[in-house]
Every structure is written in structure tokens, then in C-alpha cells.
């Protein structure tokens, strides 16, 4: 693409856009609703001690996310730039590193994403013909699943494929329309679902495990991989959202979109865990054992589940696993449009090569992520943290490091940049465009708090406390 300077009346044109404000949101919650919200978000709870945990992400995701999402919409749209060119075109050159940083994280975020991405595919085909007992084992390091490397390595290269086909089109139609039908359906399967946990021995307990919350059990960790979730399930803090809202027309209303996408990626997690907690105490005879097991807890839960369905059980498996495979697909692209939209925009490479060399390039540093799952003993076992009780495998270690540390750590600077350098005037004015009730209101007092205070100092906090306590075994709060 030839480089048009965004002063050029047709940039936009040139650039791309989305065809209206629906499909600025269908992309954004396309790119928000994942793995992070089915996969993720259900064993991050089951870490975090339950309900206490989906309290604290609550809180994070409306009172400290919005702000930043809105906050990068601005940034993205005001520029029309990918994260490193947005802080070079306001004028703050220095403070392009946050954009950077970005680029790293969604570099290494994609890197692991796309390897649960191949197991969620993988388990298409597995549900179909019936193979319930996969996940048995999973995340114990003895799953024949996980360590058939050749299999996972397959499904990866197809999706990464996928993803590098989808985001070569550039800002596409296709998947603004598959979005609007597709995430419906998984809506809808999730809602059935629900419906039929409820229904099953023992779902009171999951219930009250993910409801009722045990204030006693707050701990450093518990917060921190809160806020975590919250950015990563939010697409926040890496500047996935500056580089689609670069695509946002003037007229749209950033913070009304904003809101409908928190709140359709919030309802999503919040569903995907009502349907989960009655599943965990169904197969576990009520003792919620496995419960906190990790990445492997829907793998290992979900088939037992299809099964206890009877005939149809490998449609519905497959079905679902399909749906998810979908959702995590809109999720790559836009984790790989913004490597790319760096490369293509200040580097001057081509969009196809930009892609396909990028897309391979994270490929190969997801090989890691793909053996620490039982294959290989050295990245299984990767790392032991000071006063860990036990070792931490590869891809955790990248996500923990990815997406508990550098999101937030991103966020963070993002409301540093908008409040101290380039001011929250300027942002205001960015936001009140296409919302014209915006100045004044209560909500444009409570963005500003936000991003001035409130956000800098909580976001600031929790990732001292991070660092200090996943690595250093620094315990802040017992
Ligand atoms: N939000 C996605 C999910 O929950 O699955 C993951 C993700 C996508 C994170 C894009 C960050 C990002 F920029």
C-alpha cells in the first residue's frame, strides 16, 4: 500500500474502514470475546478461589478498563495509526516505546493463543468422532492429546494460516458478517448449556463456588491475575483497540461502542462461567476437585460433559468446539493485525509480506508454548518462581509474563500519556466527537478522574505487586 499522509482527504478511504459503526463493534467484540473469555476466564476463577475473583474482575473491567478503552479508541482514531505511529504522530516520539511494548506483548500473547487455539481445534474433530476421554490427564502432563506434537502442530499451522489469510484482506467484510452470525450462536449454545448444568447433579455447588464470595481469600494473586484477565479479555493494553479504532469514521460514538463492548465481553465470560462451575462439581461428584487445574480445566471437563449428553453429544461437542475455534479466530486477527499494521505503516513492508512474515515468525515462537504442554520435560517444567511450590511451564510463563505484567503495565502508560502529556482536554475533545452530550457529563468527569488518579495509581500499584509476587515470591498481602 503507498503511504498517504493522514491529511490526505482519502486516507481513510485508502487505509480502510469499517463499513459503520456495527462493524467497528462486531470487530472490536470479535477481537475482545476469545479463548479469554471460555478458556481463560473459567480457570483463572478456579485459581482465584471463585466468586471473589469474578468480584475483583467485575470492578477491574467497569471502573478501570472502560476508561482505557476508551482511552485507546481516541488515541487510534485521532491518529489513524498503528501504536507506535500514534504516539510519533502526536508528537510524543519518546513515548512510542509504549507502543512497542505493545507489539511485544502482542507478539507473545498471539504466540501461545494460537496453541490453544490448535487444541480448541483440535477438539472438533475429536468430538466428532466421539473421542471423549482426550482431555483426561490434561495439564498433568500425561495427556496423549497435548504431547502428540505432530497433531497440535498441524491444527497450529492451519490456524495461523487462517489468521494470516484473514488479516492479508485487510479490514474485511467476511469477517464483520461471520462475526454477526457466528457469535450469536455461541451465545446461544452457551445460554442451552447453562441451562443444562443447571440441571445436573450437584450444580448448586459449582453455583455457590462461583457466586458466593469468601472475602477471606483475597490474596496478592487473586487481584493481580483479576486485572489481568481483565486487559486480556478486554483486548486493553496493548494497543489492539488504537489500531482498530484508527479504522473508526469521526461520526461514530467511541463511548457508547466502548460500553457495548465491555458489556457483551463481560456477559460472555460471566455466561461461560455459569456454564463451567456446574460442569466442574457434575463431573467431580460435587468435590470440585480440579477445579483450580489451570489452562487444561475446560479440555478436560468439557468432553465428559458432551458425553453425558448421549447420541447427540458429538454434534453439540463438535458444534461448540467449532464455535470457540471461530471465536478465537477474530481474537488472532486482531492480534496479529497490530504487528503487522506496525510493520506495513512505519516500516514501509508490504501488507502480504508483512503478514505472512509475521504470522510465521510467531509461529515459530509459539514452538516452545506447544511442547510445554508434556511433550518436552525442559519447557514443560520451564521455570521455577522464588518460592513457587512447583515449576511453571513455558506457556504459562509467557502469559503470565505477557499478559498479567505487560497489559496492565500498558494500560497504565496509556492514562500516564493521556493525562500528563498529551492532556485529557485533547482526549475529551476526541471523545465528544460523534457524542455530542459528552462534555460536561458525568461521565466525562468520571473518564478524567480516571485516567488522571484513579487508573494510574491503581494500575501503577497492582503491577509493582505483580512483579514483586508472581517472581520475586514477595508476598505484599499474605
Ligand atoms: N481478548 C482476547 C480473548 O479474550 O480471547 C485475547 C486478546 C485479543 C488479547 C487481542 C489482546 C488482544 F489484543
Same mark, same amino acid.
Given at each position: 500500500?503507498?503511504?498517504?499522509?493522514?491529511?490526505?482527504?482519502?486516507?481513510?478511504?485508502?487505509?480502510?474502514?469499517?463499513?459503520?459503526?456495527?462493524?467497528?463493534?462486531?470487530?472490536?467484540?470479535?477481537?475482545?470475546?476469545?479463548?479469554?473469555?471460555?478458556?481463560?476466564?473459567?480457570?483463572?476463577?478456579?485459581?482465584?478461589?471463585?466468586?471473589?475473583?469474578?468480584?475483583?474482575?467485575?470492578?477491574?473491567?467497569?471502573?478501570?478498563?472502560? +476508561?482505557? !478503552?476508551?482511552?485507546?479508541?481516541?488515541? #487510534?482514531?485521532?491518529?489513524?495509526?498503528?501504536?507506535?505511529? $500514534?504516539?510519533?504522530?502526536?508528537?510524543?516520539?519518546?513515548?512510542?516505546?509504549?507502543?512497542?511494548?505493545?507489539?511485544?506483548?502482542?507478539?507473545?500473547?498471539?504466540?501461545?493463543?494460537?496453541?490453544?487455539?490448535?487444541?480448541?481445534?483440535?477438539?472438533?474433530?475429536?468430538?466428532?468422532?466421539?473421542?471423549?476421554?482426550?482431555?483426561?490427564?490434561?495439564?498433568?502432563?500425561?495427556?496423549?492429546?497435548?504431547?502428540?506434537?505432530?497433531?497440535?502442530?498441524?491444527?497450529?499451522?492451519?490456524?495461523?494460516?487462517?489468521?494470516?489469510?484473514?488479516?492479508?484482506?485487510?479490514?474485511?467484510?467476511? @469477517?464483520?458478517?461471520?462475526?454477526?452470525?457466528? !457469535?450469536?450462536?455461541?451465545? @446461544?449454545?452457551?445460554?442451552?448449556?447453562?441451562?443444562?448444568?443447571?440441571?445436573?447433579?450437584?450444580?448448586?455447588?459449582?453455583?455457590?463456588?462461583?457466586?458466593?464470595?469468601?472475602?477471606?481469600? @483475597?490474596?496478592?494473586?487473586?487481584?493481580?491475575?483479576?486485572?489481568?484477565?481483565?486487559?486480556?479479555?478486554?483486548?486493553?493494553?496493548?494497543?489492539?483497540?488504537?489500531?482498530?479504532?484508527?479504522?473508526?469514521?469521526?461520526?461514530?460514538?467511541?463511548?457508547?461502542?466502548?460500553?457495548?463492548? =465491555?458489556?457483551?465481553?463481560?456477559?460472555?465470560?460471566?455466561? $461461560?462461567?455459569?456454564?463451567?462451575?456446574?460442569?466442574?462439581?457434575? !463431573?467431580?461428584?460435587?468435590? !470440585?476437585? #480440579?477445579?483450580?487445574?489451570?489452562?487444561?480445566?475446560?479440555?478436560?471437563?468439557?468432553?465428559?460433559?458432551?458425553?453425558?449428553?448421549?447420541?447427540?453429544?458429538?454434534?453439540?461437542?463438535?458444534?461448540?468446539?467449532?464455535?470457540?475455534?471461530?471465536?478465537?479466530?477474530?481474537?488472532?486477527?486482531?492480534?496479529?493485525?497490530?504487528?503487522?499494521?506496525?510493520?506495513?505503516?512505519?516500516?514501509?513492508?508490504?501488507?502480504?509480506?508483512?503478514?505472512?512474515?509475521?504470522?510465521?515468525?510467531?509461529?515459530?515462537?509459539?514452538? +516452545?508454548?506447544?511442547?510445554?504442554?508434556?511433550?518436552?520435560?525442559?519447557?514443560?517444567?520451564?521455570?521455577?518462581?522464588?518460592?513457587?511450590?512447583?515449576?511453571?511451564?513455558?506457556? =504459562?510463563?509467557?502469559?503470565?509474563?505477557?499478559?498479567?505484567?505487560?497489559?496492565?503495565?500498558?494500560?497504565?502508560?496509556?492514562?500516564?500519556?493521556?493525562?500528563?502529556?498529551?492532556?485529557?482536554?485533547?482526549?475529551?475533545?476526541?471523545?465528544?466527537?460523534?457524542?455530542?452530550?459528552?462534555?460536561?457529563?458525568?461521565?466525562?468527569?468520571?473518564?478524567?478522574?480516571?485516567?488522571?488518579?484513579?487508573?494510574?495509581?491503581?494500575?501503577?500499584?497492582?503491577?509493582?505487586? =505483580?512483579?514483586?509476587?508472581?517472581?520475586?515470591?514477595?508476598?505484599?498481602?499474605?
Amino acid at each position: 500500500m503507498l503511504y498517504i499522509s493522514p491529511q490526505t482527504e482519502n486516507y481513510m478511504a485508502v487505509r480502510g474502514q469499517f463499513s459503520n459503526k456495527l462493524g467497528f463493534i462486531m470487530a472490536a467484540a470479535g477481537s475482545a470475546v476469545g479463548l479469554g473469555n471460555i478458556w481463560k476466564f473459567p480457570f483463572e476463577v478456579g485459581q482465584g478461589g471463585g466468586a471473589i475473583f469474578v468480584l475483583m474482575y467485575l470492578i477491574f473491567c467497569f471502573a478501570l478498563c472502560f +476508561p482505557v !478503552m476508551v482511552t485507546e479508541i481516541a488515541i #487510534g482514531r485521532k491518529t489513524q495509526r498503528n501504536p507506535v505511529g $500514534a504516539f510519533n504522530a502526536l508528537g510524543f516520539r519518546n513515548w512510542n516505546i509504549v507502543g512497542k511494548l505493545g507489539i511485544l506483548s502482542g507478539v507473545l500473547i498471539l504466540s501461545f493463543y494460537n496453541v490453544v487455539a490448535a487444541w480448541a481445534f483440535g477438539y472438533v474433530f475429536e468430538m466428532a468422532v466421539g473421542h471423549f476421554n482426550v482431555g483426561a490427564g490434561f495439564g498433568s502432563a500425561e495427556s496423549a492429546y497435548t504431547t502428540d506434537i505432530v497433531k497440535i502442530g498441524i491444527y497450529g499451522i492451519v490456524f495461523m494460516t487462517a489468521t494470516a489469510f484473514i488479516v492479508n484482506q485487510g479490514v474485511s467484510k467476511g @469477517i464483520e458478517k461471520a462475526t454477526k452470525i457466528l !457469535m450469536p450462536t455461541l451465545i @446461544i449454545m452457551i445460554l442451552g448449556l447453562v441451562i443444562y448444568s443447571l440441571t445436573l447433579d450437584h450444580s448448586m455447588k459449582g453455583l455457590s463456588f462461583y457466586l458466593k464470595p469468601d472475602f477471606s481469600a @483475597i490474596k496478592g494473586k487473586v487481584v493481580y491475575s483479576a486485572l489481568g484477565q481483565a486487559f486480556f479479555s478486554l483486548s486493553l493494553g496493548m494497543g489492539a483497540l488504537i489500531t482498530y479504532g484508527s479504522y473508526v469514521s469521526k461520526k461514530d460514538n467511541i463511548l457508547s461502542s466502548a460500553a457495548l463492548i =465491555t458489556l457483551m465481553d463481560v456477559g460472555i465470560a460471566f455466561i $461461560a462461567g455459569l456454564m463451567m462451575f456446574p460442569f466442574v462439581a457434575y !463431573m467431580s461428584n460435587g468435590t !470440585m476437585e #480440579g477445579v483450580s487445574g489451570g489452562p487444561g480445566l475446560i479440555f478436560a471437563v468439557l468432553p465428559g460433559v458432551f458425553e453425558s449428553l448421549g447420541t447427540i453429544g458429538p454434534v453439540i461437542g463438535a458444534i461448540f468446539f467449532l464455535l470457540l475455534s471461530f471465536a478465537a479466530l477474530t481474537s488472532t486477527v486482531s492480534l496479529l493485525e497490530v504487528p503487522v499494521a506496525y510493520a506495513v505503516d512505519e516500516h514501509g513492508v508490504k501488507r502480504k509480506r508483512a503478514v505472512w512474515l509475521v504470522a510465521g515468525l510467531i509461529f515459530i515462537i509459539g514452538i +516452545p508454548s506447544m511442547l510445554s504442554g508434556g511433550y518436552s520435560e525442559f519447557f514443560t517444567g520451564f521455570i521455577q518462581y522464588v518460592k513457587a511450590e512447583k515449576a511453571t511451564d513455558f506457556l =504459562t510463563f509467557v502469559s503470565d509474563t505477557a499478559s498479567d505484567t505487560f497489559l496492565p503495565l500498558g494500560g497504565f502508560l496509556i492514562t500516564v500519556f493521556a493525562a500528563y502529556a498529551w492532556k485529557r482536554n485533547n482526549l475529551e475533545e476526541e471523545l465528544a466527537q460523534g457524542a455530542s452530550k459528552y462534555k460536561g457529563s458525568f461521565l466525562s468527569k468520571y473518564i478524567s478522574i480516571a485516567i488522571t488518579v484513579v487508573c494510574p495509581l491503581i494500575l501503577g500499584s497492582i503491577f509493582i505487586l =505483580t512483579v514483586l509476587s508472581k517472581f520475586f515470591g514477595v508476598q505484599i498481602f499474605a
